[in-house]
């Protein structure tokens, strides 16, 4: 009843920026913590940027000081600014969030992923 769809991947050169988006739709009620997940080649799926229902962020060590995590609570959306790009941030991209759909409990969901590749 509720999906999350992610945009905005593409090929980049290091050093470039990119912006991915999420939008979240059906019959939502409410949207608590949201987030960014990425998953490279060889290596486990991991965290790169959570932010709190009420907007507090938090990032892995490796992406400080160049990604942005943001939402909008009216659009249902979570955007994740991504600025000074580098080899190693090639991977999926998925957007996740714990989610309340109208007349029934809070569950996670995940988007289906878009790939980011950072390359020279």
């Known amino acids: 009843q509720v999906q999350l769809v992610e945009s905005g991947g593409g090929l980049v050169q290091p050093g470039e920026s990119l912006r991915l988006s999420c939008a979240a739709s059906g019959s939502i009620f409410s949207i608590y913590t949201m987030g960014w997940y990425r998953q490279a080649p060889g290596k486990q799926r991991e965290l790169v940027a959570g932010i709190s229902g009420g907007g507090v962020p938090n990032y892995t060590d490796s992406v400080k000081g160049r990604f942005t995590i943001s939402r909008d609570n009216a659009k249902n959306t979570v955007a994740l600014q991504m600025n000074s790009l580098k080899l190693e941030d090639t991977a999926v991209y998925y957007c996740?969030?714990?989610?309340?759909?109208?007349?029934?409990?809070?569950?996670?969901?995940w988007g289906q992923g878009t790939q980011v590749t950072v390359s020279s």
């Open positions: 996740n969030a714990d989610i309340r759909v109208i007349g029934s409990h809070t569950a996670n969901y």
